[in-house]
């Protein structure tokens, strides 16, 4: 009912405006651009904020990989460990 509604006044203003033959292409392509719209309208991004400013896209930091526990001072290699004694 609603889209019967709104195609009766699409077609009274395009006949005052005298562009009859414009009327199913308006609408066609109004149509398809709902469907796009509503398509997209799914759950919004992390990223995505409200406001006018341009906010940098988030994005998860990469996992180092091969280095195991480094950066702790446990690991020595075994010439190392044999020469201060502590081996056979």
Sequence with gaps: ????VIKE???EVARILELE???ETVRA???E?????LARAREAKREAIKGTEELPR???PERKRGKGREGEGVT???DEFFG???GA
Excluded: A, C, Q, S
């Excluded at 009912?1 to 019967?4: A, E, G, L, R």
């Design 21 to 23: 033959h414009l009327v």
């Design 1 to 4: 009912m609603f889209n019967t």
């Design 58 to 60: 988030i994005e998860k």
């Design 33 to 37: 651009l709902v469907r796009r719209r």
């Design 84 to 86: 201060e004694g502590g």
């Design 76 to 78: 020595r290699r075994l």
């Design 29 to 31: 392509m109004v149509l």
């Design 9 to 11: 006044i699409d077609y």
